[in-house]
């Protein structure tokens, strides 16, 4: 509004002050955008923040002393089995469920 109002009464003349203007016009404006953004994104921000504070504090019965029973470990060769393992991804279609697997000593994935 302001060039348009100083254009029409003539008090920028020059072609030259007039192309400053408007690039000082698109820089303010593409830092105000920015700012508006992050205003915007602040609640997702926030959710994400909560969510991972929630990962880290749930306590893991592997940790050596965080539970009263303690769990053996075994030294050597060993077996993992995965029983009814889900994943998804929030606001996605793409999941995985009732996934099992067992891998034996010495085994491999390829």
Do not use: C
């Not at 690039?23 to 921000?45: C, G, H, K, P, Q």
């Not at 749930?58 to 050596?64: Q, T």
């Amino acid at each position: 509004m302001y060039l348009i109002h100083n254009i029409t009464i003539g008090s920028i003349a020059e072609t030259g002050l007039f192309i400053t203007m408007i690039l000082a016009f698109y820089e303010v404006d593409s830092i105000l955008y920015w700012f508006i953004e992050m205003i915007r994104n602040t609640d997702s921000l926030s959710l994400n923040a909560e969510k991972i504070r929630a990962f880290f504090e749930i306590k893991s019965d592997i940790e050596v002393g965080s539970s009263p029973k303690k769990l053996a470990i075994s030294i050597g060769a060993f077996s993992v089995d995965l029983q009814n393992v889900g994943f998804s991804y929030e606001n996605s279609d793409y999941s995985l469920s009732n996934f099992n697997i067992s891998i034996k000593p010495g085994g491999n994935l390829l």
